[in-house]
């Protein structure tokens, strides 16, 4: 073996465009690992994509490559950038969707791939800089040094006067709501209101009854239902501004 590649992207399974990314990569480097990170992430959404980046980068072995196309700004000005950070390299379109997990385990150096302004950035562009990536253990050769520029991040929730000011940044395929409030915020708090509604604290998935708020697996606060869907019944979506009233 020789590698990991983790690939993220919102083409779904539909079409062959995560297959030719994949045949891209084995055609440079046929003995290297690829991992579904995810192949649906939310079409267009920076948000979500850097969220399911951030949330996993963590679990996976050094020198393994994240490889994000999740790129509303295709065929535009905007950069594509391979980035190297103390354990880990991520490639991807510089639109802010690699800042959180990169920011997070700390950029060393970042450098700029050639920009195509093709329709396939994915194919020409991600996918051979990651292959490269994962032979060489190096972004040496790629492009010119340069800093990242859109530094997207997730903010910060402020509890102020007993309302929270939030927003949702992933709502898995159970409908559950991941916030961006830490669970450290919400230390001894019961309850939330949120549009009227009473969600109360619980401790795991099997002790909700009707929706409820947990702390989830990322760090975050989450609102979950037990085996129905929260999102569809409060309307949540990725992106979307929350102000719940602490009870």
Do not use: W
């Not at 050769?141 to 000011?165: H, M, P, R, S, Y």
């Not at 309850?191 to 989830?216: E, L, N, T």
């Not at 869907?229 to 602490?246: I, M, P, Q, W």
């Amino acid at each position: 073996m020789r590698g990991i590649i983790a690939v993220t992207t919102d083409f779904g399974n539909k079409d062959h465009y995560n297959g030719v990314i994949k045949g891209v990569i084995l055609s440079i480097n046929p003995e290297v690992t690829i991992v579904d990170l995810a192949s649906d992430a939310d079409s267009f959404s920076v948000t979500d994509a850097a969220f399911l980046l951030y949330a996993s980068a963590s679990y996976f072995p050094r020198e393994t490559v994240f490889l994000t196309v999740v790129d509303p700004g295709v065929g535009t000005k905007r950069g594509a950038v391979a980035v190297q950070c103390s354990n880990h390299f991520f490639v991807g379109p510089d639109n802010g969707v690699l800042y959180p997990a990169a920011s997070q385990e700390g950029i060393i150096r970042a450098v700029r791939l050639e920009n195509s302004r093709g329709t396939f950035d994915g194919r020409d562009i991600f996918a051979p800089a990651a292959a490269r990536i994962s032979l060489a253990k190096s972004i040496n050769g790629l492009g010119e040094d340069c800093q990242l520029t859109e530094k997207f991040e997730f903010g910060d929730a402020v509890i102020d006067d007993g309302v929270i000011n939030s927003k949702i940044i992933h709502v898995d395929k159970f409908g559950d709501a991941v916030t961006n409030i830490k669970s450290k915020q919400l230390e001894g708090v019961n309850s939330i209101k949120y549009m009227g509604k009473i969600i109360p604290r619980a401790v795991a998935f099997s002790a909700c009854k009707g929706i409820c708020f947990i702390d989830g697996s990322s760090g975050f606060i989450e609102i979950v239902a037990d085996r129905h869907n929260a999102s569809d019944e409060l309307n949540l979506s990725a992106g979307k501004n929350l102000r719940l009233v602490l009870q």
